[in-house]
């Protein structure tokens, strides 16, 4: 299954060159896990609206979050373009801090919300008959979420394409991204679902644990998502690399 080999292909791409998987991220995977770590040291306080309880943030750490949350942005963005530009060109990393390319982390983000508005509005659009097949039926709902889980992966590798193209400075449009997978939706399905399954697998210890706000949890949930975080971007440098280069996987 060529979805398979897709997934395999950018795993091993990780593995194959952790050390500068390494040199491209960790700094700045460091300064993005401070939102989170801040976060769980400042946890929003609970308050009752309305017979509700809300969170709500106090006001000395408003600040902060909304800094921190920048910079996890940014430094998430940097780390996407660096490993694509490395995958796609060989540009390494020489010390611990990836070259910055200002442009196309512009782009990269314009382009990343784009794909998330499109996503989102096609995950609306078939939520309605998914919704009221799950009110029908209710032992289908849990189907149907993973309905709208799957098609929001499907969406994402199917135009997510774009993505690597910024990071390159390379002009690819909506149209073009959809065409370049043109008879695909077996193989991205599939890959959309191994993503999905992996994602879960490998989350299933922090939601067995009696604590999920320990300290445990937040460490192994941060070297987890570094994994994750690398490996997603290796799919979309696959994808691009095999579909609109024509690079071979296997």
Request: hydrophobic content about 55%.
């Amino acid at each position: 299954m060529k979805g398979w080999q897709i997934f395999r292909h950018s795993f091993n791409l990780v593995m194959a060159n952790l050390d500068q998987a390494l040199r491209l991220s960790l700094v700045l995977y460091l300064v993005q896990s401070a939102y989170t770590v801040y976060s769980f040291l400042n946890p929003p306080e609970m308050m009752d609206f309305e017979g509700t309880q809300v969170p709500v943030m106090s006001p000395e750490v408003i600040v902060p979050t909304i800094l921190l949350g920048l910079l996890a942005v940014i430094a998430s963005l940097w780390i996407a373009v660096a490993w694509h530009r490395f995958a796609l060109t060989g540009e390494s990393a020489v010390g611990w801090v990836p070259r910055f390319h200002g442009s196309a982390i512009m782009g990269y983000l314009g382009r990343s919300i784009m794909i998330g508005l499109l996503v989102v509005l096609g995950v609306i659009v078939v939520s309605i008959p998914v919704g009221i097949i799950s009110i029908g039926l209710p032992p289908l709902a849990g189907i149907m979420s993973l309905i709208l889980i799957g098609l929001a992966a499907y969406l994402f590798f199917r135009l997510g394409i774009m993505l690597p193209a910024a990071a390159l400075g390379e002009k690819l449009t909506l149209g073009d991204a959809w065409d370049a997978t043109k008879g695909q939706s077996g193989t991205i399905l599939t890959l959309a679902l191994i993503v999905v399954g992996a994602s879960i697998v490998v989350q299933l210890p922090s939601w067995f644990n009696d604590d999920p706000g320990s300290v445990i949890n937040i460490v192994y949930s941060l070297v987890v998502n570094w994994f994750a975080t690398i490996i997603g971007i290796s799919v979309l440098t696959t994808l691009y690399g095999h579909f609109v280069e024509n690079r071979p996987i296997d």
